[in-house]
């Protein structure tokens, strides 16, 4: 049972708050999930987490506030049975760290919208890649977009994901490279928490 569901107030706050480093908005096509929702998911994972609503259209002529409007999914639940299908597939997705209280189903208006919340990955779980290819398909979150991690940060992702981080020889990306006692001395910091949308648009965490 979730702690805390999602109504349509809660989608309305983060439709006027825009896409941010937390917080991503797509629309389904022809019933299907959105090609690019595998780059958010990569990229929140690998970063502070975050929330993808699917359903919202995006209009960048108009000011942030009124830029996102509700047009619904069709089918919300087998959308939402291809997510989980497709997050276990590892010829797509390396790893799942959904559960399914992490996704819920909000009627606004008479249109279905789609809740995801991404948790941050725990560092032994990083990082998370999709289609198979751990150097092309591994994303970060910067800003309001998904971006490519670069072969110097997916080394250090990997290295911090192994308690063995004195010598590790990291391959299969199209280089090696040897990571040595000078990274050793990184801080690891603990997953840190996304927004609240319940306290308003920038408490703790997001339930």
Not at 11 to 22: A, D, I
Not at 31 to 36: E, I, K, S, V, Y
Not at 121 to 133: G, S
């Given at each position: 049972m979730n702690e805390y569901l999602i109504?349509?107030?809660?989608?309305?706050?983060?439709?006027?708050?825009?896409?941010?480093?937390?917080?991503?908005?797509?629309?389904?096509?022809?019933?299907?999930?959105?090609?690019?929702?595998?780059?958010?998911?990569?990229?929140?994972?690998?970063?502070?987490?975050?929330?993808?609503?699917?359903?919202?259209?995006?209009d960048k002529t108009k000011p942030v506030s009124e830029r996102f409007e509700v047009v619904g999914v069709k089918d919300a639940n087998k959308l939402i049975t291809d997510l989980f299908n497709i997050l276990n597939n590892p010829q797509k997705v390396n790893r799942c760290v959904l559960y399914d209280?992490?996704?819920q189903l909000v009627e606004m208006d008479g249109k279905d919208v789609i809740?995801?919340?991404?948790?941050?990955?725990?560092?032994?779980?990083?990082?998370?890649?999709?289609?198979?290819?751990l150097q092309n398909?591994?994303?970060?979150?910067?800003?309001?977009?998904?971006?490519?991690?670069?072969?110097?940060e997916l080394a250090m992702l990997i290295r911090d994901s192994s308690d063995n981080v004195d010598s590790q020889i990291i391959e299969g990306y199209g280089m090696t490279m040897s990571i040595r006692k000078r990274c050793v001395n990184t801080v690891r910091l603990s997953p840190i928490e996304i927004p609240d949308i319940r306290t308003k648009i920038y408490p703790t965490r997001i339930l």
């Open positions: 109504t349509s107030d809660d989608v309305k706050k983060l439709l006027l708050q825009g896409e941010s480093l937390t917080l991503e908005m797509k629309k389904c096509k022809k019933n299907t999930l959105p090609d690019n929702l595998w780059e958010s998911y990569s990229a929140f994972a690998n970063t502070r987490g975050g929330v993808i609503l699917l359903g919202v259209e995006e209280s992490d996704v809740y995801i919340r991404v948790p941050e990955a725990y560092y032994r779980q990083k990082p998370i890649y999709i289609n198979n290819d398909g591994t994303y970060k979150r910067l800003h309001e977009g998904d971006r490519h991690v670069g072969p110097e």
